[in-house]
Structure formats: C-alpha cells, structure tokens
C-alpha cells in the first residue's frame, strides 16, 4: 500500500498509486477549472503533489501550456537568477559486473576496451579539467567490486582533491556510483564528497527487472532505497534521475516526484538534485529499441514541471543533449550543465576517443570557452561556485536559504567570484571581455550592500592573485 514515509521502496514508490496517479490525470487533463487553480497554487513556490504535477503534464491545451513554460521560466529566475553551475564527469572506470541493457558498459560487451584509471592517470585527468578551468566533478564508474571496490573510489577522491595545478583545484567532486551499503555511504561522506547521484533509470519495477536482467543492480529495492541508505551514511545532498526512454514518461515522472516527496518525509530534505537524462547511441546500444523516446517537446515540458513542482532542487543536464536543447532548457528551470565532457576513460587527458571506452555519444561537443561564452552572450552567469556545501550549507541548511531568498546575497556573489577566476586563469580574450562586463552589470544584482561591496574588493583581490574567497 502506497505510503510515503515507509522504508520499503515497493510502498513509497507504489505502482497502484502511479496507475492511480495516470487515471486520475487522464480524467482531469480538460478539468481548466483545477488545471487554472494547480498554476495559481505553484505561484506560491511550495510545489505541487505527484498527482497534481501529473495533471499538468497530462494537460495538452496550449494556452495552458505555455503558462506551464512561463511559470517555470520565472520560478527559474526568482530562485537561481541567471547562475548556471558548470560541471564535468570523470569516468574512473568502465569495468562493470552489470547486464544493464542500455549501456555499453554492461559485461556481455567483449567489443568496448575495459580501463580503470591508476592514481596517476587520475592526475592526468584532473590537470587536464583544470587547465579549462572546471572546479566541480561528477565522478562515474560501472559496478565491479574487483576492479572498482569502494576503496578505489576513495582512493581516487582523495587523489582528486590533492592535485593543486597554477591556480586549478577541484573543490567538489559529485560522486555516481552503483547503489551501496550505509557503511560505504559513511565513507564517502568521509572523503567530503558532495552529492551522491544515482539515477533510477526506471521508477517501473517489472521493467526494471527486465532491463537489469543480471547483476547486483537487477535488485529494484536496494537500488530504489539507496537514496535512504546515503541519508542513513550522513549524506545529505542526494542527485535522483531518471533515464528518460526506458519506459512511459508519464509512469516515470510520477515515480521521480514521489521519490522527491518520500525523501522529504522521512529525511525532513528533499533531493539536492534532479537529472534528466535521455537515452544516447552508444558502443553496441541503439537508442531506437527502446520505445519509450520523448520528443525535444515532452522533454522541455518534463523540465519546466519539475521546475514547478519541486521548486528548491537543481535541474542537471548533461551533454546528452544538443546546443539547441540546452538552449531551451536552461531558460526552463535547469541549473547545472556540463561543459566539455568526455564519456570515455581517459578521455581529458588521451583525447580517448579511438580506444572505444565511451559510455554514449555526446551531442555538445563544444570547449569549455565556447560553452562559457555562449552562456553568457545569453545573459547567464556561468557559476564555478562550489561554496555551500565547504561552508556547510548541505541537506536542509541549504533548502533554506533557499526558501529565504537569502541565496541571492550568497549564490551570486560566489558565481561572480568565480567566474571571475576562470575569466583571468583560462578564458579566451573575447570570452574575457565579454565576461568583465557581465561582472560588472551583476553587481548590481546582489540586494545587500555590504555583501556588494565586499564583493567588489574580493574581485580586486582576485586580480591581483588570490583565489578561492566565498560568501
Ligand atoms: N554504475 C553506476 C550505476 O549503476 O548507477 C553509475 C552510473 S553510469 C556511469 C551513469 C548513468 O549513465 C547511468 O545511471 C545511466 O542512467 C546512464 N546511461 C547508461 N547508458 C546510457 C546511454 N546509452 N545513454 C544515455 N545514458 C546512459
């Protein structure tokens, strides 16, 4: 029986309640009345139900419609301003004990090259991000407790956060590994990571079961109450996804937001963050089996409700998506994107590419400078900030400032700071000019005038060298 706060993931992600859920959209997607009345209630930035935000994605009315994109636009703005953080993933390791079968990592595949990365590798990886100028990681690995044990993942955070290159470091690395024990959860939260990521890939149990016929990750509720185990283990920021393709979005859009409910009211927190990923070609995956693809349409309307419906989670987006659905996304409600990523082991630093260790194609293939560049000719900052969690502002400390608005006096001066150091260590000239300016106008946006002015001296101090201040 469906039940929010239960432990037991077939009770908070219960599939009579999604039915429920779909039913109840379908009789009520021409109900104007209450379609009208969920819009004016998410005005109040508390969010909406499962159940509600199902409505509206089930809505087809065009007017409506829109209202649905304009108010996620402006939420957008009212809680992130213009700030887009940057981030990049490092793949660790490909190796993969998983028959997971829409990626290429999964054991059967004989034909990609199998790499895990040493210690000195990893340097080689992370000199080569910084030297673009990224500051957060997400860091990747298949699930193979030979080649990958937890160990190695520490081992390599650790590496990580050691490598201080001219004025590059990482200051956050954003950890998506296979669902695991509270133990091991401890000892991530102990090799100061940031967010624990683990996207469901499908919210359907039956399906998943099918689409994961074999490994450890073939066991739906120690996958789908990983979440709960990372709390248990002290970590507080916790990234859900869902990999949209896989099965009906619908089905998959209700599953995310009671995932997002449940989390709340067992853990008093809801996610940290939200992924939107779509399934990719890959080595020996075609996306084209899988019939459950969404159009660049659906996909915009699933960004801009979740927007609208869970209000205080960031958006990620990856570079499974083209310039130009990024383009319409980031407007929508998405708040991280990354930059320049490369999906094979080894591939920052090998160019990677002809070893065949990809996990999908990527379809932004631009630098790191062009991204920046084309954020900000849009009137976006480009964050590198990585300031909350260093400062502790994690899990619920977050969430407040957040519904505070207080965010304003913190997040944008910590974006202009930092955008302030990739300006300087590694844009291009036009980039550089460009970027001064934005400066200089964003100013104006921080409300408090003691936090302005302050900020106003730290830049200088950043011209002058130091690095690394924030609010
Ligand atoms: N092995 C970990 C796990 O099982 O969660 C880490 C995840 S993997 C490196 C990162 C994510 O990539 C997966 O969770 C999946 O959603 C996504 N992925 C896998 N194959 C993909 C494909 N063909 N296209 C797009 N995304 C894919």
């Known amino acids: 029986m469906y039940n929010p706060k239960s432990l037991k993931a077939e009770e908070f992600i219960d599939h009579q309640e999604i039915l429920d859920t779909l039913k109840y959209a379908d009789e009520n997607k021409e109900n104007f009345e209450l379609i009208d009345s969920l819009l004016e209630k998410a005005k109040n930035l508390k969010g909406l139900t499962h159940r509600e935000a199902s409505v509206l994605l089930a809505c087809e009315d065009e007017e409506r419609t829109r209202k649905m994109f304009d108010l996620a636009e402006q939420i957008k703005k009212d809680f992130y301003g213009n700030r887009i953080v940057m981030f990049a993933p490092l793949y660790l390791s490909n190796y993969c004990v998983n028959g997971c079968v829409y990626c290429p990592y999964h054991y059967k595949n004989k034909h990609i090259c199998r790499k895990k990365l040493s210690q000195e590798e990893i340097k080689r990886e992370v000199i080569a991000l910084q030297?673009?100028?990224?500051?957060?990681?997400?860091?990747?690995?298949?699930?193979?407790?030979?080649?990958?044990?937890?160990?190695?993942?520490?081992?390599?955070?650790?590496?990580?956060?050691?490598?201080?290159?001219?004025?590059?470091?990482?200051?956050?690395?954003?950890?998506?590994?296979?669902?695991t024990t509270v133990e091991n959860y401890r000892k991530l939260k102990e090799a100061g990571i940031g967010t624990y990521i683990l996207f469901q890939e499908t919210y359907h149990k039956e399906s998943y079961e099918k689409l994961h016929p074999t490994g450890p990750?073939?066991?739906?509720?120690?996958?789908?109450?990983?979440?709960?185990?990372?709390?248990?283990?002290?970590?507080?920021?916790?990234?859900?996804?869902?990999?949209?393709?896989?099965?009906?979005?619908?089905?998959?859009?209700?599953?995310?937001?009671?995932?997002?409910?449940?989390?709340?009211?067992?853990?008093?927190?809801?996610?940290?963050?939200?992924?939107?990923?779509?399934?990719k070609k890959a080595d020996d995956i075609d996306p084209s089996v899988f019939d459950n693809g969404i159009s660049d349409e659906t996909f915009g309307k699933i960004c801009a409700l979740i927007r609208i419906?869970?209000?205080?989670?960031?958006?990620?987006?990856?570079?499974?998506?083209?310039?130009?659905?990024?383009?319409?996304?980031?407007?929508?409600?998405?708040?991280?994107?990354?930059?320049?990523?490369?999906?094979?082991?080894?591939?920052?630093?090998?160019?990677?590419?002809?070893?065949?260790?990809?996990?999908?194609?990527?379809?932004?293939?631009?630098?790191?400078?062009?991204?920046?560049?084309?954020?900000?000719?849009?009137?976006?900052?480009?964050?590198?900030?990585?300031?909350?969690?260093?400062a502790g502002r994690t899990g619920d400390r977050f969430m407040k400032l957040c519904k505070s608005g207080q965010i304003q006096n913190c997040c944008q001066p910590n974006a202009l700071l930092t955008l302030k150091e990739y300006l300087i260590d590694y844009a291009s000239p036009e980039t550089k000019k460009i970027g001064e300016q934005l400066i200089k106008n964003e100013l104006d946006n921080i409300p408090n005038e003691k936090v302005k002015s302050k900020c106003i001296e730290l830049l200088e101090l950043i011209e002058k060298g130091d690095r690394d201040f924030k609010f």
């Open 131 to 179: 030297d673009m100028g990224h500051k957060r990681l997400a860091l990747e690995a298949g699930e193979d407790p030979v080649n990958n044990p937890i160990e190695y993942i520490l081992e390599s955070i650790k590496t990580i956060y050691s490598i201080k290159h001219k004025n590059g470091a990482i200051r956050r690395v954003n950890v998506n590994i296979a669902a």
């Open 309 to 390: 419906c869970v209000p205080y989670t960031g958006m990620i987006i990856s570079t499974r998506e083209s310039p130009a659905v990024r383009d319409r996304v980031i407007r929508l409600g998405v708040s991280q994107i990354s930059g320049a990523s490369k999906t094979s082991v080894g591939g920052y630093a090998d160019g990677g590419e002809e070893e065949n260790s990809e996990q999908f194609d990527v379809s932004d293939n631009r630098t790191l400078d062009e991204v920046v560049n084309w954020l900000m000719s849009k009137g976006y900052i480009p964050s590198f900030c990585t300031a909350c969690y260093r």
């Open 217 to 279: 990750k073939h066991n739906y509720s120690y996958h789908t109450e990983a979440m709960d185990r990372a709390m248990e283990g002290g970590i507080d920021d916790v990234g859900l996804g869902v990999l949209f393709g896989l099965e009906l979005y619908r089905y998959e859009f209700a599953g995310l937001l009671m995932h997002a409910e449940h989390l709340e009211a067992v853990h008093g927190v809801g996610p940290h963050t939200i992924s939107v990923p779509r399934i």
